[in-house]
């Protein structure tokens, strides 16, 4: 099933309403081979130290891995470090690909 996250995303994207950050948190490799255009690599092993500098707690942030569970993990560390607007990509790349959204590389 398609990820309505994806979808929305992109649409939000189209309509010029960025107002929000995706979050890569896969490691530096995978990123380079290719990622969701505009996307803010920040690798989860780095991710609790690096948030609270790089991110306002109230921004809109989305989250894709390179599997769901680290998705998940991303998330729940957001959350615990005092982000409340944080969402998971499901499918990551392959479901933001799907949807249509403009990616870097692969």
């Known amino acids: 099933m398609l990820d309505s996250v994806a979808h929305d995303l992109k ?3 189209e309509l010029g309403q960025p107002g929000f950050t995706i979050l890569d948190v896969r ?3 995978s990123y380079n081979t290719g ?3 505009g996307a803010v ?3 989860l092993t ?3 130290g690096r948030a609270k500098t790089a991110f306002h707690s109230k921004r809109e942030i989305f989250v894709y891995g390179e599997n769901d569970e680290q998705a998940a ?6 959350k615990e470090a005092g ?3 944080v969402s998971e990509i499901k499918g990551g790349l392959s479901a933001w690909k799907t949807a249509g959204g403009a990616t870097v590389g692969a």
């Not at 993990?73 to 957001?78: F, G, I, P």
């Open 73 to 78: 993990e991303a998330t729940k560390l957001l």
């Open 46 to 48: 780095d991710l609790a």
């Open 41 to 43: 690599p920040i690798p």
């Open 35 to 37: 990622h969701i255009t």
């Open 83 to 85: 982000f409340a607007h």
């Open 27 to 29: 490691d530096r490799s």
């Open 11 to 13: 649409s939000r994207l």
